[in-house]
């Protein structure tokens, strides 16, 4: 089975700066995928970015970038430029070759300071 | 432009009631599944459908019936609710193997008393 783990629990950040969301996970399987998802106050759970694990290079979507190193199982991401809207719950998901199922970390809460 | 929708928003149950929470999809995507969130967790499967007639047990099924009739649709039965299944509730879908993410409805909150 695969467990995936965020260690910041809670997390602040000032207006206009950089941070970055940690995530670790542990399967056996070779193939597979990654998943950033923002979960602001109104419940939804809208998507980031998304990582191949068959890609070496890391995913970008504008502000978003993750750095994804297989060996080591973990996928950071990193917000750039925050805004007050990047106020959210921030879960990692991994989602195997199957597509059937995903696994969750705990998530990591994000404020973002005026 | 559905996508997932849940029904209801909110329930309040009394302890040892029944009750179906409603999920329906309108694109046409082979995978469903029931998610339950917990303050301070990350959501946890519960059951999940990879098409009409297939289903099978998450890491929490306990509690907790499935039936996946339709490829639209797909139920999540409680069938004597307890105070420990007080949690939020998500279903979603995607459209099978391959890089598409999960797509999710809007969540139901659900309170046993």
């Known amino acids: 089975a695969q467990t995936v783990t965020q260690s910041q629990p809670e997390m602040s950040v000032q207006e206009a700066e950089t941070v970055t969301l940690s995530c670790t996970y542990d399967?056996?399987?070779?193939?597979?995928?990654l998943f950033w998802y923002k979960q602001p106050p109104s419940r939804q759970m809208i998507l980031v970015i998304r990582?191949?694990?068959?890609?070496?290079q890391n995913a970008t979507e504008n502000r978003f970038s993750v750095n994804f190193q297989k060996a080591a199982k973990s996928f950071s991401l990193k917000i750039s430029d925050s805004q007050l809207g990047d106020t959210a719950m921030y879960f990692c998901a991994f989602r195997n070759n199957a597509g059937n199922m995903l696994t969750f970390g705990g998530g990591t809460r994000l404020m973002v300071k005026p | 432009n559905a996508g997932v929708t849940q029904t209801p928003k909110f329930q309040v149950l009394k302890t040892g009631q029944s009750m179906t929470l409603q999920c329906a999809q309108d694109m046409n995507h082979e995978y469903m599944s029931w998610y339950r969130q917990d303050p301070g967790m990350g959501l946890r499967l519960i059951h999940y459908s990879v098409g009409a007639g297939i289903t099978d047990q998450g890491e929490v099924p306990n509690g907790y019936n499935v039936s996946r009739s339709t490829t639209e649709d797909f139920p999540l039965r409680l069938l004597s609710a307890a105070p420990s299944q007080t949690s939020v509730y998500f279903c979603a879908s995607n459209p099978g193997q391959g890089r598409t993410e999960a797509f999710f409805g809007q969540g139901t909150r659900l309170t046993v008393v």
């Open positions: 399967t056996s399987e070779n193939n597979y995928y």
């Open positions: 990582q191949e694990a068959y890609k070496q």
